[in-house]
């Protein structure tokens, strides 16, 4: 089955700087790569996805890229803010109906 | 997601008793999940739904039961409850369209002591 590799596993960063989070998969049949953002007390929401005939994909200060070649997608936080500390996941999605997990990064924000 | 409701949010219950949790939506889709969330271990897959008559299991679907009573409404059982199965449960719906994500629920905690 597919592979999720979710780095780094934790992630401090000053306020107004940027946060980068990489994961990698191991299907290459792998289309759909979304990130999901849980804060405290909630379930995971969506903040941006990526399809697999798209390498970048930006939405305000949050970018996603993707290179299919190595099998690995990041996801680009700039000018971070407090309200950017949460829980990150990335999924890759190999077909209709399932998606496959990483194990998350959590991201802190410090003022 | 208020579109996707759980019920419980909190329960605490003792090894062996029998527990139900349990998922409403009100986005129309398909296609329902449970998932399990333990600390460092991210979110794995229990069982999923794509209609009222299709019911799969997932990743860790063995000491869980589901049951699909409506197409919006999907109930996860555990017969006879164990510590290590204590965590957080997230319900997910999805629509059949394959462009799209899934949209989980807030969740519930709970405790097997």
């Known amino acids: 089955g597919e592979n999720v590799e979710q780095h780094p596993s934790t992630l401090s960063v000053q306020e107004g700087d940027s946060a980068v989070i990489k994961c990698t998969y191991s299907?290459?049949?792998?289309?759909?790569f979304p990130w999901y953002k849980q804060e405290l007390g909630k379930g995971p929401q969506l903040i941006i996805d990526?399809?697999?005939?798209?390498g970048e994909k930006k939405d305000q200060r949050i970018a996603v890229t993707l290179n299919k070649t190595a099998k690995h997608f990041s996801l680009h936080i700039t000018e971070t803010q407090p309200e950017d500390s949460a829980v990150y996941f990335c999924?890759?999605?190999?077909?209709?109906?399932?998606?496959?997990f990483g194990k998350g990064t959590k991201l802190s924000v410090i003022p | 997601d208020a579109d996707v409701t759980q019920t419980p949010r909190n329960r605490i219950t003792k090894t062996g008793k029998r527990i139900m949790l349990e998922c409403s939506q009100t986005?129309?889709?398909?296609?329902m999940y449970w998932y399990r969330q333990d600390p460092g271990l991210g979110l794995r897959l229990i069982y999923y739904?794509?209609?009222?008559?299709?019911?799969n299991k997932g990743e860790i679907s063995d000491g869980y039961s589901v049951s699909r009573q409506a197409q919006a409404k999907f109930s996860l059982s555990l017969e006879s409850a164990i510590p290590n199965q204590t965590a957080l449960y997230f319900c997910?719906?999805?629509?059949?369209?394959?462009?799209?994500?899934?949209?989980f629920g807030p969740g519930t905690r709970l405790t097997v002591l």
């Open positions: 999924a890759v999605g190999a077909g209709s109906y399932q998606l496959t």
């Open positions: 299907d290459s049949a792998s289309n759909y």
């Open positions: 990526i399809r697999s005939n798209v």
């Open positions: 986005k129309g889709h398909d296609r």
């Open positions: 739904s794509f209609d009222v008559k299709d019911i």
């Open positions: 997910a719906t999805k629509r059949t369209d394959s462009t799209d994500t899934q949209y």
